[in-house]
């Protein structure tokens, strides 16, 4: 599918919500899923490639941001491709 990348840099596929790239926000951007993969496409680029998640409102976080804009966000959502982060005593 194509659409418009918006301001929360995600892109809802069945439910679930998967990360992208922020340098996109505003601009269109092709998702494509598989029965493995979702891989979010922008200029001749990839900006997004997750593992596809079956569960239902689930926000996956990409595990290696590209953007430095995407860093210490992860810990707030629940990610089906990475584990929780540990706490450091």
């Known amino acids: ?14 439910g679930s919500d998967y990360s992208v790239d922020p340098v996109m926000v505003g601009r269109m951007v092709d998702a494509v899923a598989d029965l493995g993969q979702v891989t979010i496409t922008g200029d001749g680029r990839t900006l997004g490639s997750h593992v596809r998640c079956w569960a ?20 707030r959502f629940l990610s089906a491709t990475t584990t929780p982060p540990r706490r450091i005593r």
């Open 56 to 75: 239902s409102a689930v926000t996956v976080i990409d595990p290696a941001p590209t953007s430095k804009r995407l860093h210490g966000c992860g810990s």
């Open 1 to 14: 599918m194509r659409i418009r990348l918006g301001r929360d840099y995600f892109v809802r596929i069945a």
